[in-house]
């Protein structure tokens, strides 16, 4: 759609002045939700939410340039934290609970390792693999084809 009306110095236009405008806001409200501040103001949050294997992690994967866990049945089964800047250079942590408590926070060397790290981290935190855990997943992931933007991906809705 962008690429029908605008010209690529009026998206660079654009691109330079949502980073200018923008950016320091969506840092800012990740910075009050790390504090925990949400739990005492709403904080603003872009949810992706749906019945379970409707193509929520795809529709994510396809905004964010970041390959996630996709497959039929239960495969998002925390709730996922996206973090995401534009940086020149690429870098990734991941931070979750265990189900026994324990703080996991992780360096991600390569895009390729995220799928298997969000799995791993899944399983870390759930009994089985058909359990879904309330407990947060964040990712953070900053990259040059990486959009400004925070999203959670939630477990998708099992009809029964």
């Known amino acids: 759609l962008c690429n029908k009306f605008y010209s690529l110095e009026q998206k660079a236009a654009l691109g330079e002045a949502y980073d200018y405008n923008v950016r320091p ?3 800012l409200i990740d910075k009050l939700r790390k504090i925990g501040l949400e739990k005492d103001v709403s904080l603003p949050t872009v949810v992706i939410i749906g019945d379970q294997s409707s193509g929520k992690s795809s529709a994510l994967e396809s905004i964010s340039a970041i390959q996630l866990p996709r497959g039929s049945g239960i495969t998002t ?3 996922l934290e996206l973090k995401m800047k534009n940086t020149s250079q690429w870098s990734a942590q991941i931070q979750y609970t265990t189900i ?3 703080p996991i926070e992780k360096e991600i060397r390569s895009p390729s390792e995220i799928d298997a790290i969000i799995r791993s981290a899944q399983e870390g935190m759930t009994k089985s693999a058909k359990d879904i855990s309330d407990d947060l997943i964040s990712l953070n992931v900053c990259g040059p084809d990486v ?6 991906d939630l477990p998708g809705i ?3």
């Open 25 to 27: 806001f969506i840092d």
């Open 147 to 152: 959009p400004n933007l925070s999203v959670v």
């Open 100 to 102: 026994q408590g324990e």
């Open 158 to 160: 099992a009809r029964i």
């Open 77 to 79: 089964r925390c709730p």
